[in-house]
């Protein structure tokens, strides 16, 4: 199997995929290739039309779209468990990962991941009613799970808001405690810290995904 990925630092949607085989230790050879170079585009033209990232490669099948390969994964090599068992937990679970998946639009176009930098910016009401939201699923899941991911064990719906995580540690953001509290939990899983020093390797700089001022 393998899963081409985007730059650690700044590829958001390679983040959500990946997280999953890290999670659950699951073998895959991940392929990773500097976006918007020509390399990415010439390489991706032999697997996928999209020419996007992440993209799953398993034998004949090809995944192409972060949250379409963790349900695939799910599905094919995790017996349904990366979703909450009870089944009005799991309508949740996806209606907030599909949140994520089709909308927070300014605060993605204001906030790019960014893993290495420490910067400050003016957010506008779009950005800020974007983490308004966020704040409250977060707070409204720790209420019901104080020691845990969103839904207690780790689910899709924790890899579909872990770049969150990292931005709000980028631009040094403040949500409410219980809100912070789950940010420190991403921030210090063992998957997101193998992430964040794959990603400190990396120098490469993506103009577009460069914002704020250096604090
Ligand atoms: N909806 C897609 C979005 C994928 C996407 O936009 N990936 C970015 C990197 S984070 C990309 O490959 N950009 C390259 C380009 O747009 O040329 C998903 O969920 O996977």
């Known amino acids: 199997m393998q899963l081409y990925i985007g730059n650690q ?11 999953i085989f890290e999670q659950h230790k699951l ?31 398993d034998d004949e099948v090809t995944v192409w779209d972060s949250l379409a ?21 799991r309508a949740k679970a996806r209606a907030l990962s599909a949140e ?17 930098a420490r910067r400050t910016l003016q957010l506008t009401e779009g950005a800020l009613n974007d983490l308004a939201r966020v704040d409250a699923i977060w707070s409204e899941q720790m ?8 839904f207690g064990e780790w689910s899709i719906a924790d890899a579909m808001y872990a770049p969150l995580a990292l ?13 912070m509290r789950y940010q420190q939990k991403q921030l210090n899983s063992q998957a997101m810290q193998s992430w964040l020093a794959q990603a400190s390797l990396e120098n490469d700089i993506v103009e577009e995904d460069e914002a704020g001022e250096p604090v």
């Not at 994520?100 to 176009?109: A, I, K, P, V």
């Not at 540690?169 to 809100?179: D, F, K, M």
């Open 167 to 179: 931005r709000i540690e980028t631009y040094g953001i403040q949500l409410s405690e219980q809100a």
């Open 9 to 19: 630092n700044y590829s958001s949607w390679s983040l959500r995929a990946w997280l």
């Open 69 to 89: 390969i963790l349900e695939y994964i799910n599905e094919r090599y995790l017996a349904g468990k990366a979703w909450p068992g009870a089944f009005e937990q």
């Open 27 to 57: 073998a895959v050879d991940v392929i990773k290739l500097k976006l918007f170079t020509a390399e990415f585009y010439t390489t991706l033209a032999r697997v996928t039309p999209t020419a996007k990232v992440p993209l799953l490669v």
């Open 100 to 116: 994520m998946h089709s909308g927070f639009f300014s605060l993605r176009n204001e906030l790019p991941m960014n893993c290495r």
């Open 143 to 150: 209420a019901l799970n104080p020691d845990g991911w969103l």
